[in-house]
């Protein structure tokens, strides 16, 4: 318990790194302070700790203040079907708010932080402040949008197109964070990344060796780096998203 005041007495929305990624966006200092008060800061989560339960009742909402996690369902065989992959200035927990309750699994991958935001707070919060409210809305309309994008993608494309996708959708989200966009770790394994894109996990190695046989990519274990940006994006059927030479 020490441990976690510690957390919450140095972090704080208004120093927050990556706060124009999450909820914070857009706010002034006073709307600042008020959400601040009701978040709840914790330890690290390690890689495979859970959040949250599908069934468990809707408490928090939680956003990625670093490190990444994926969020899974089981089918009735207990098979995994990951969903989503988290990255710091993401919001987890919106598709449960209709049924008030988690409808899936959220896992750590890695160390990672999260910031806690009761649910039921940050409802009556929202009705007190309209711009805290068109962002919760502007996020869910962009998660709303990715899972639109995700099942064209598994449902409509080859194997290469959407690893290609894969590559260059997360280049660009290093970028928005300010992060190398050109040259990153994969913080999920192969068989992670396959599950994600309904691939074998040999299907995403061998692809990620044609990659790099053809100069398109460079790997050394999970790091990845994009040599040819324009092809890759060629190959996803996306426009070229510019890339960073530097974090």
Request: glycine share 6%.
């Amino acid at each position: 318990m020490a441990n976690d005041k510690s957390v919450s007495n140095h972090i704080h929305c208004q120093n927050c790194g990556i706060n124009q990624l999450c909820l914070p966006y857009t706010l002034d200092d006073s709307s600042l302070t008020k959400l601040d008060s009701i978040i709840e800061r914790k330890r690290p989560y390690q890689r495979g700790d859970v959040l949250f339960r599908a069934g468990d009742p809707l408490i928090s909402l939680y956003a990625v203040r670093s490190g990444c996690l994926k969020s899974y369902m089981l089918n009735d065989s207990g098979e995994m079907q990951i969903t989503a992959f988290h990255l710091p200035g993401d919001l987890i927990g919106f598709s449960s708010i209709a049924e008030n309750s988690y409808q899936g699994y959220t896992e750590a991958l890695e160390t990672s932080m999260v910031c806690e935001i009761p649910y039921d707070n940050l409802e009556s919060l929202s009705g007190q402040l309209p711009t805290l409210r068109r962002q919760i809305l502007r996020l869910m309309s962009d998660e709303i949008n990715t899972d639109k994008r995700m099942l064209s993608l598994v449902t409509s494309r080859s194997a290469e197109e959407r690893l290609a996708t894969f590559l260059i959708e997360l280049s660009a989200r290093f970028r928005k964070r300010g992060l190398s966009s050109r040259e990153f770790r994969l913080s999920m394994t192969r068989a992670e990344i396959g599950n994600y894109l309904g691939l074998t996990v040999e299907t995403v190695s061998r692809l990620l060796g044609k990659f790099q046989k053809e100069s398109l990519i460079k790997v050394d274990g999970r790091f990845v780096s994009l040599l040819n940006v324009d092809a890759i994006s060629s190959i996803a059927g996306i426009l070229p998203i510019p890339c960073q030479q530097q974090a």
